[in-house]
């Protein structure tokens, strides 16, 4: 049964930090790339950063960059999400998902990465709230 499971999330105060972990059972770590997803209450879900398996490439959506950093720790089945510098607009359900490794090269470049519908399987979400 594939499984992706999110933890790490939290309550944090705005500037602070939090590190997000996707653990994935269930296929074959390194033939799925691993995005994070973001949904705030009332917003369309929306990619966060995505890396891939392939060969570690990593890619962030403008919102991410300079304060985020995505990883993975292959011995572990895990990628992780270090969210520094939080705002109170980073406040949502933030989910990991896996796509196929082989469509990564297909994906429209540079934002291919952010299509939901990329990703075959999900996680339930973890909770992030970044208070004022």
């Known amino acids: 049964e594939v499984q992706l499971v999110e933890s790490g999330g939290g309550l944090v105060q705005a500037g602070g930090s939090l590190r997000l972990s996707c653990a994935a059972s269930g296929f074959t770590f390194g033939d799925y790339a691993i995005g994070w997803f973001r949904q705030a209450p009332g917003k369309e879900r929306e990619g966060v950063s995505c890396?891939?398996?392939?060969?570690?490439?990593?890619y962030y959506a403008d919102s991410a960059k300079g304060r985020f950093t995505i990883s993975s720790d292959n011995a572990k089945n895990t990628v992780y999400l270090q969210m520094n510098s939080l705002k109170p607009e980073d406040t949502a359900v933030y989910y990991c998902a896996a796509a196929p490794q082989h469509s990564v090269p297909t994906w429209p470049q540079p934002y291919g990465w952010r299509d939901r519908y990329e990703y075959d399987y999900w996680g339930q979400g973890t909770q992030v709230t970044v208070s004022s």
């Open positions: 890396i891939s398996r392939s060969d570690d490439a990593t």
